[in-house]
Nanobody, 125 residues
Framework: QVQLVESGGGLVQAGDSLRLSCAASGRTFISSYVMGWFRQPPGKEREFVATINRSGGDTYYLDSVKGRFTISRDNAKNTVYLQMNSLKPEDTAVYYC?????????????????WGQGTQVTVSP
């Protein structure tokens, strides 16, 4: 069982930055997983944001966050990050990290096997 815990969310103003963290707890080693970040805006479905391969050498992003968000991982610390810069009100959502037991990057929500509980990000105008 993989247990993921997100942190770092909060209330910020447009243009500000936040860094989200996702830590794996217990005896889980995230180095075995493709990791992803998803978000669920109010009243909308959960959507893909970013994904990173097991080594950290390959990433892929939602078009609307390219150039603003950066996903990274520190396998030694068992943690994945999402650096979010130039935040916009439309980035407001609950952000979730997820782990995919595979080797290929994927944006498909159903391919991810484990999920964290989410952290709220609110961006005011």
């Amino acid at each position: 069982q993989v247990q993921l815990v997100e942190s770092g969310g909060g209330l910020v103003q447009a243009g500000d930055s936040l860094r989200l963290s996702c830590a794996a707890s217990g005896r889980t080693f995230i180095s075995s997983y493709v990791m992803g970040w998803f978000r669920q805006p109010p009243g909308k479905e959960r959507e893909f944001v970013a994904t990173i391969n097991r080594s950290g050498g390959d990433t892929y992003y939602l078009d609307s966050v390219k150039g603003r968000f950066t996903i990274s991982r520190d396998n030694a610390k068992n943690t994945v990050y999402l650096q979010m810069n130039s935040l916009k009100p439309e980035d407001t959502a609950v952000y979730y990290c997820a782990a995919h037991n595979g080797v290929v990057l994927t944006t498909r929500r159903g391919r991810y096997d484990y999920w964290g509980q989410g952290t709220q990000v609110t961006v005011s105008p």
